[in-house]
């Protein structure tokens, strides 16, 4: 009888250390599928967010570029430049890219001004600031500054009197400038 008492005792013993195992084992099975699901979550979240993203710059690249670009040349300009002697000289060709096929009209209306400003805003450039590209670049910006006085920001709303909110037009119809031709020397 002392026999069946000890295997009753070990195989007792061994009963809950098995269970013990078990319940670990499985709880860190759940949490092994648990972290994983997660994973796959936050993947397929993450694809799905970069997805959208992309879409929405597709539409809104597809909306800004659904007319054609709307561009107006200048004649070309021979410039005298600032540098000491002043034997150096620049010929530049100038083309606007305006914002809509209206804006020629409204331009055209303004272009021996903005001409006139290019004039001068070539001839205070040496030719060594023209000759970088970034001189060029800061050259049309300022082409572009010096154009924009031109054009109303907002325009008065023809209800005034009933409160409403001004209209915007478009502050500015040249959109860019461009260079046809560069040429200092």
Known sequence: ????????????????????MLVIALALLVVALAAGGGWVYVMKRNAAMALDGEEVVEEEAHEVHKEPPVYLPLDNMVVNLADPGGERVAQVGVVLQLADANAPEQVKAYLPTIRSEILLLVSQRTADELLLREGKEKLAQDILGSAAHHFPGEVASAKKKTGKKKSKAPANPIQGVLFSSFIVQ
Do not use: E, L, V
Not at 1 to 14: E, H, L, N, V
């Open 1 to 20: 009888m002392s026999d069946k008492p000890q295997t009753d005792g070990a195989a007792a013993g061994a009963a809950p250390k098995s269970k013990k």
